[in-house]
């Protein structure tokens, strides 16, 4: 047990003194954030300069009031946000005037435009015909605005005061709120919700990848110098994988304790969303085990490659089954209890980072975390003792890599 | 004492190391001796138990060897190696703790250790920024640090400059004057001879020769002998006692027949010339081992060491 501190302590001071570790501890937060935070940030700014947008109504009744509507948008300092440009003119033919309006629209004169084109009896269809299919803000605004001009007519003409049809139109906000415990209640937004679930998971990924990298270059390492022959000189392999499953957990640790005062630091400049901390036991769980989990595979897997090559290629076998769950991840949090989440919930390869995403979401039932959580951890019992019976056997053998028939013979050894 | 007896090892059908045994005792340089792929690196890590033997066992002072046996090696394998991009000091200290010292001791060891070979000042540098034979001095310094009973060396002398390999010399006579049970392997016989009391010839997994090294070049017994003298040289070859070997005017090296004892021969010889020289050569070990080798244990068979 001592001697397994000692791996433990040694591992985990020589990796964390490491220049890559220190780039990566320091350097992934900020791109997590740049990557999640920046779109949101980009979409939220107000805009800054005035728009010209174009108003072609061929059905000439909705042009005053999508007008006098629009300009009621306004910039940050004041100024109109949109400059309405009336593109109908008479003696043209409908043809003519549309070519026209795209001519200005593809020259850049105007941004895009709203063409209200007359249909079968009554009704009409609208159109905003622009160049690149952008404006998270606009489209909404748009379509709000033609609709109660569309209602507002049409009342109108049915004999409503302009007062009655203001008060019948107004609209009412959705606000979704997520359900934790009978009436109490918390608003959220599906943003927030999918930022703050998939954070747990980019981390999780990253580090497996980055500390099992880490951890399989320091095996390759050891057996191709022969350090390999002291240390099983002075200690056990058992010992010896122990320990350094146990000084890469401490790094694991270390990180996600340096992240978290990142977090909570962040947390005061509103730049990350409280959710993050909901359900954060849970979700430590989940990220510790699937943490050990991926560990000890590593650890196999160092001691039978020989060269920091084939290391790689493995590396990226394994991040193709971790990607797997960040593909799958609106689908989970969309629908968190369909059959193949709750397989896939209880797969020891995917169980942590499904779990990580349906704890955000709407808390799995007891029976579900309490199977999936002893598979996992039978799982990484299970890994260990494979693993280190690979292990005893591929750190001395050097040059050649095993084959799957030698591999197995090595499992059955005792 | 350490006492190895009927070690065995196969790797998939290959017989590495074959019906070993020897002893080792306190005060004492044993050497296993052997061409590469001898088997020599297997029967080691037997040994070290870094590797299980397919039969045969390991006793130390009368008892099966266990946990905590480990810790009263130390070990300086054939092929060097260190954390590149550590520190030495904290190498050192970390091979001193994994052999049982604590912190404090190993600290104190390492400093003491590293102030003996004279590189001191490297104390916190990076094991990669030290020269080739300051690392091999530190590798030596992580396998004598807890003062192990029992010291395993492969091929000590490999990477030293002469300076360097007296500096190991003293220190590994220090440690038999220490009583301490030393194994060096080696495939350099002259260095064997100079150490060694006594030895094991390993080839091809199985023992050639194995006892003191005194009786093993007595009974090696080539009964070859060196005469000078003054006079024709002729009158050797009318001795029918034995056969000249080679000559060269006032010396040559004679092989007595069998049966022959050396003085029968002076007699004859001071008869008829004026000897001013006669003794007996000994053999090489490196002679011992080329000719043991030719007449037993050879097997031509391809060999992998692991």
Redesign the interface.
Known sequence: MK?IM??AL?EF??KIK?RAFLVFMILFPLIVIAISIVPTMLVDTKEEITHPVGVLDLTGRYLGGIARQLNEYKLADGQPNYIVINLSSSGKTPGEMKSFADKLVLDGSIDGYLMVEPRQSDSVSVSYRNRNLGGFNDLPRFEKIFNNVYSSVRLLRHGFNPVEIQRLISNVPLKPVKIEQPSGSKETSFETMYFSSIIFLMLLFMMILFSGGLLIRSVV??K????I???????TPDELLTGKILGLGMLGLFQIFVWAVIALALLGGNYIPLEIFDGIGLSMLYFVLGYLFYTAIFVGVGSVVTTEQEAQHFTGYLSIVLILPLVISLKVIQTPDILLVKILSLIPFTSPPIMLLRIKVMTPPVWEIILSTLILILSIYLTIMITSKIFRIGI???GKRPTLKELVAWIKEK | MLKVQNLTKEFNNVVAVNNISFEIHPGKIFGLLGPNGAGKTTTI?MI????KPTQGSIEFNGKKTQRGF??L?G?L?E????????KVI?VLR??G???GLSKQEALKEATAWLRRLDIESYLARRIEELSKGNQQKIQFI?AVIHDPEILILDEPFSGFDPINQQLVKEILLEMVQKEKLILLSTHQMEVAENLCSSILLMNNGLEVLSGSLSEIKRNFGSNLYRIEFEGDSSALYAISLAEVIHENGNSAEIKLKDGVQPHEFLRCAVDKLKVSHFSEVEPTLNKIFLQSVKTKGSQPEARTE?
């Open positions: 001697k000692k791996i040694f001071m020589e490491t390492e050891e191709s110098n022969r350090i022959e002291i240390l099983l000189s002075s200690c001395l053998s050097y | 890590r070290l138990n870094i590797i480990e810790n090696i070990y394998p092929e060097r190696g260190l954390y590149k991009k550590s904290d970390y091979f703790e994994l052999k992580t692991r």
